[in-house]
């Protein structure tokens, strides 16, 4: 005990100098118990430290007085507790947190809500449920507000053939600060951004105690003074908030952060409800104006939760790798059973398949803040992630990577997060440019980073980095006076224009314009094409007459290969062979041979015309039997020895001698009928003959070619003539005292007049009619007539 008054110094028991008003204590060292502050009465006894009678207070660091009466204090021992390990339900690792005084600690859970999916929610204590409400609703607020944090979650349908929602947005309303995270691309490439009252934030944003940055695969906002974080993006949502400021004291989906999951599904109000997808329905955003959103009327009952199902519903879905080796490092830390419930009700239920990523990534997230790096991305194609050419793909990253103009000083967020970042050795070069460089600098006009003291050319200035300012200053780069040039030669004209060895400056230069050249002739002789060039060191075209590839006579082209007109009785042709002197292809001429080895019945014979050689003229005709060919002359007649009955006829017709083919058509002939011995060749050397035993007249059938003046019939021709013997005799007549002749001639005593074509050489067709017998007889006749002239009228009938 001990009476302090004013300039009155007390050794007191404590550890260090303590400053009570403006007397210096000395104290020494103790422990003591935590004490229960005393209501302050209207009328302090102890003026000194304005507190009343029996008030306990710090008096210093970690040392605790109660007043007495009059400035009299009494010093209290301050002992902490015992330090006991606890297990957070969250599955989190338990952290060290003082007392309100800052003198004792002890282990708390701080508060981790996670969203992911359409939606799954694992509360601050680690409750896991899913919900598909399609509102704004309260994520997280304080039960008794003291640092006026409230954060909203918006739920939006998201499959067009499920009734699932997901999170479109998180809303976080700090002091006068409202900020929305939200995510225009809900089922593809996550297309985020932040925003303040409605206009888009230039990120990474730092204003009144909010910071706001991209990682690249999510947007992440801390509140360093509270060390709040919360993250957002296409897997979904965290919230961190420490126990140290929020424990006991949250309500909302999140659930009520006191390391007790039996209080997690809270409604407004403080009644409890076992399923929190039931009691979720009643925490709508009441002060956003929502229309479609229905709110129960009714207070519900305790509703079990359905049980989970462990079985994906897809066959290649990827929620086994949860439970698989890939994340097995992680288990021991965090659990992946509520992922793999999540991952299981996406497959069963969201049409899109790259949805089960965000199970597998929100559970790597957690694996993160636990310590557990994973690079499990490059384990599936499914969730693959790129990033830009000049940034590396981290699954642990700083969530503020360094720049260069991070000061020693300056507090950061101790957050990892997974994202793009720039290579080991690299800097971004500020929280605004992206670029990552390694060494620091400046930035030129269009963003290249510039090490110090760099001397470099922008835009005609000649532009330095300086280290003292961190900036670059340029200045207009100075240019000599150009010399003027004489041009010569047509086409060229002065011209002021860029010097191309500086383009910066300029340059008197003579430069080609070819709408001032003059107008050439473009005709060139034939055989030559005209070929326009601009001759080096010259603007102006000019014309040169270059030879084709032909020959030329007489003022007309021959391609190579064809025939040229040239003297009489010589052949000339166009060659390939290039005259060195006209460029041309030159004509070469040759005799003509004659061909004086004639075919077979021909005759070279020479003419008396102005032609270069005689000619073949035929004189034979070729008949060719058996391989073996005989010449006949204009007349002649010949059969072969072995075919009497055949004969060829040579024929001049016009010009043209014709060899015609004719055949012997034999009358029947029966040795039988023949008296014996008088069997004999005929005198054509084809047909038998005899003398029959009876010769009496009958018809004989005979087929053969008609022919007249060079005109032949194609097919034999039926022609039947009479022949045999009639009752013919000569005797002395004794009454008559002279000769009695008895003629009787075998005759037609039937015929008809029938015509057949005859086919001509030059292709003229010519009727011919004959007669046809058709029965014979004997009858009378004149007998003075000569044999000899009954022969000619029956030959004069059959012809060939």
Request: glycine letters at 6%; one cysteine or more.
């Amino acid at each position: 005990m001990a009476h302090i008054g004013s300039g009155v110094c007390l050794t007191m028991i404590c550890s260090d100098i303590c400053e009570i008003h403006n007397t210096t204590v000395n104290c020494g060292t103790t422990t003591m118990p935590t004490p229960t502050p005393t209501p302050t009465t209207p009328s302090p006894n102890c003026p000194e430290w304005d507190v009343a009678q029996n008030e306990t207070f710090l008096l210093c660091n970690c040392t605790m007085a109660r007043c007495i009466e009059n400035n009299t204090i009494e010093i209290i021992p301050y002992e902490c507790p015992p330090l006991e390990n606890i297990t957070c339900t969250n599955g989190k690792k338990p952290v060290l947190v003082s007392d309100e005084y800052g003198c004792c600690h002890h282990y708390a859970c701080d508060c981790v809500c996670e969203g992911w999916g359409d939606p799954h929610y694992i509360t601050f204590d680690g409750f896991y449920y899913s919900y598909q409400g399609n509102c704004t609703y309260v994520l997280m607020e304080e039960i008794l507000p003291k640092h006026n944090l409230n954060i909203y979650i918006d739920n939006v349908f998201c499959d067009p053939t499920e009734d699932v929602s997901c999170p479109r947005s998180i809303i976080i309303s700090y002091k006068s600060e409202v900020v929305t995270l939200i995510n225009h691309n809900l089922l593809g490439a996550a297309q985020l951004e932040a925003l303040k009252n409605g206009v888009r934030l230039k990120l990474p944003y730092s204003q009144l105690g909010v910071k706001i940055l991209d990682s690249g695969i999510n947007l992440v906002l801390e509140i360093p003074h509270l060390k709040v974080v919360v993250t957002f993006g296409i897997t979904g949502f965290s919230v961190t908030l420490p126990y140290q400021y929020f424990g006991s004291n949250t309500q909302g989906h999140c659930g009520t952060c006191n390391n007790n999951q039996a209080d997690d599904c809270r409604l407004p109000g403080g009644k409890l409800v076992e399923n929190c997808a039931v009691m979720a329905d009643y925490w709508p955003a009441k002060h956003i104006h929502q229309p479609n959103c229905q709110i129960p009327s009714v207070l519900p009952t305790n509703i079990p939760g359905p049980p989970p199902t462990f079985t994906p519903c897809i066959a290649d879905s990827i929620c086994h790798m949860l439970k698989s080796s890939l994340f097995a490092a992680c288990h021991p830390f965090v659990s992946p059973d509520n992922f793999y419930l999540g991952c299981v009700f996406d497959s069963c239920h969201v049409s899109n398949p790259t949805v089960e990523c965000t199970s597998l990534q929100t559970y790597a997230a957690a694996c993160a803040q636990a310590g557990v790096c994973l690079h499990w991305r490059n384990h599936t194609t499914l969730c693959a992630n790129d990033c830009p050419s000049d940034k590396v793909y981290k699954p642990c990253g700083p969530a503020e990577q360094p720049t260069c103009e991070d000061s020693p000083n300056e507090e950061t967020m101790n957050y990892t997060v997974e994202g793009c970042f720039c290579p080991d050795g690299m800097k971004l070069f500020n929280k605004e440019s992206g670029i990552c460089v390694d060494k620091c600098g400046c930035l030129d006009p269009e963003g290249i980073p510039r090490e110090f003291n760099e001397r470099f050319e922008y835009k005609c200035q000649n532009c330095i980095c300086e280290e003292s300012t961190k900036t670059v200053t340029c200045k207009p780069k100075a240019c000599p006076t150009p010399p003027i040039a004489n041009c010569t030669g047509p086409g060229f004209v002065l011209v002021d224009q860029t010097n191309p060895s500086d383009s910066c400056c300029s340059a008197f230069v003579c430069q080609c314009q070819s709408n001032t050249c003059p107008v050439y002739n473009m005709n060139c002789p034939v055989g030559y094409m005209p070929v326009v060039s601009v001759p080096k060191g010259k603007c102006c075209p000019e014309r040169t007459c270059e030879p084709k590839r032909v020959c030329v006579h007489k003022n007309n082209e021959y391609q190579p290969g064809s025939s040229v007109p040239g003297p009489q009785c010589q052949d000339c042709s166009c060659t390939n062979e290039v005259d060195p002197d006209s460029g041309l292809f030159r004509i070469r001429c040759e005799f003509q041979t004659c061909e004086e080895n004639c075919a077979m019945g021909y005759e070279y014979v020479e003419t008396d015309s102005d032609e270069c050689c005689g000619k073949c003229v035929q004189t034979h005709c070729v008949v060719s039997v058996n391989n073996t060919k005989n010449l006949l002359k204009p007349g002649d007649i010949w059969s072969p020895a072995e075919n009497k009955c055949q004969y060829y006829t040579c024929i001049r017709v016009g010009d043209t001698l014709t060899t015609f083919n004719s055949h012997i058509v034999c009358p029947p002939f029966q040795q039988s009928n023949c008296q014996p011995g008088t069997v004999q060749t005929a005198a054509n050397g084809c047909c038998k003959i005899c003398v029959e035993r009876e010769r009496a007249c009958k018809l004989v059938s005979m087929k053969t070619h008609v022919g007249q003046n060079g005109c032949q019939s194609y097919q034999e021709v039926d022609m039947p003539y009479c022949e045999g013997s009639c009752n013919t005799f000569t005797k002395y007549s004794e009454v008559a005292a002279a000769m009695q002749h008895s003629c009787s001639c075998c005759r037609e005593t039937r015929s008809s007049n029938r015509t057949v074509d005859l086919h001509c050489l030059n292709g003229d067709v010519v009727p011919y009619s004959y007669i046809h017998v058709e029965e014979c007889g004997c009858g009378d006749s004149d007998c003075t007539r000569s044999v000899a002239q009954l022969v000619r009228r029956r030959r004069s009938s059959t012809l060939v």
